[in-house]
Nanobody, 129 residues
Framework: QVQLVESGGGLVQAGGSLRLSCAAS????????MGWFRQAPGKEREFVAA????????SYADSLKGRFTISRDNAKNTVYLQMNTLKPEDTAVYYC??????????????????????WGQGTQVTVSL
């Protein structure tokens, strides 16, 4: 059983930056592909970014390319989401998730929330004008 704890959310002005962290425990972190998703009020949860367990492959939502960067440190059991040039429409609860990928390619990742086995509790990001 993997536990995920996000941190780093908060209130920021438009144009600012935040770095979210997600610390994992209870499993072998390098066995998991990791993803970030977000959910705004009244909207469905949407894909933000994903990274393979080897960190060799990454993927981003088209609308976020160039502004957000996902990374991971397997030695620290942590995945990060660097968010730059934030916009009010980025306001949401951000969740990290772990996809057990032991039997899959080291460059595997998924953009579908249905493929993820474990979820954090989320961290609120609010971007003001």
């Amino acid at each position: 059983q993997v536990q995920l704890v996000e941190s780093g959310g908060g209130l920021v002005q438009a144009g600012g930056s935040l770095r979210l962290s997600c610390a994992a425990s209870g499993g072998t972190f390098s066995n998991y592909a990791m993803g970030w998703f977000r959910q705004a009020p009244g909207k469905e949860r949407e894909f933000v970014a994903a990274i393979s367990r080897s960190a060799g492959s990454t993927s981003y939502a088209d609308s976020l390319k160039g502004r957000f960067t996902i990374s991971r440190d397997n030695a620290k059991n942590t995945v990060y989401l660097q968010m730059n040039t934030l916009k009010p429409e980025d306001t949401a609860v951000y969740y990290c998730a772990a996809d057990r990928a032991t039997l899959k390619s080291s460059n595997y990742y998924s953009t579908s929330p249905k493929d993820y086995h474990y979820w954090g509790q989320g961290t609120q990001v609010t971007v003001s004008l």
